[in-house]
């Protein structure tokens, strides 16, 4: 049991290069979400997925899409990146309303 | 004014000394409500929930007043590994299954 999963763990891109960041979870949770920590800021949501086939933006969808491309995975693309999106990523899932949020390990993206 | 507030800190405090955070949080409405550890560089991790009528888990005691819309999280005989960064949870009403993050407060404790 993995929980939750993601790769790569670090990435550097050149500005205007696109690339996906992958998400996996193995708790059959029905929700899933994406954020963004920045230095000295909390958590800020970027998109989620209510349950499988449903997909909504967050606080800061702007220069993100996504796709919740099963149960299980749930992907954010950055199509062309820019250097205010050098963040940590995190994935997370739920399974349901009011319960507690299950966390990956984050993926490090510099933006140059 | 934020969704959920918490002192920046840090709270330096040496081994064994007890230590008390607070939040407030600003939607009524809010039912859930968590306390979440960070560690430098990593993923959060849940630390507890909080429940309406205060709930202790070891070292650690969680608070909630829904009048003052206020969570506080104590830890008694602090150790080193308690160093980290302590995030205020609180679930977003409006928001399917969606929770607000509070920014944290940094904790050292030293020999």
């Known amino acids: 049991n993995a929980g939750v999963t993601q790769t790569p763990k670090f990435q550097v891109l050149k500005t205007g290069q696109s690339m996906t960041l992958q998400c996996a979870q193995d708790m059959n949770h029905n929700s899933m979400y994406w954020y963004r920590q920045d230095p000295g800021m909390g958590l800020r949501l970027i998109y989620y997925?209510?349950?499988?086939?449903?997909?909504d933006k967050g606080e800061v969808p702007n220069g993100y899409n996504v796709s919740r491309l099963n149960k299980r995975e749930f992907s954010l693309r950055l199509e062309s990146a820019a250097p205010s999106q050098t963040s940590v990523y995190f994935c997370a899932s739920t399974l349901g309303q009011g319960s507690e949020q299950y966390f990956g390990p984050g993926t490090r993206l510099t933006v140059t | 004014r934020k969704e959920v507030e918490q002192d920046p800190g840090p709270f330096n405090v040496p081994e064994g000394a007890t230590v008390a955070f607070n939040c407030t949080y600003s939607n009524s409405a809010s039912q859930s409500f968590f306390w979440y550890r960070q560690d430098c560089r990593k993923e959060p991790k849940l630390l507890m929930s909080v429940y309406s009528s205060g709930n202790e888990d070891g070292r650690f005691t969680a608070q909630l007043n829904r009048a003052s819309q206020y969570i506080s999280l104590l830890i008694r005989d602090s150790k080193l590994s308690d160093s980290a960064t302590y995030l205020c949870?609180?679930?977003?009403?409006?928001?399917?299954?969606?929770?607000?993050f509070g920014a944290g407060t940094r904790l050292a404790v030293h020999p």
């Open positions: 949870v609180v679930n977003n009403p409006g928001g399917y299954n969606k929770l607000i």
């Open positions: 997925s209510a349950s499988e086939g449903t997909t």
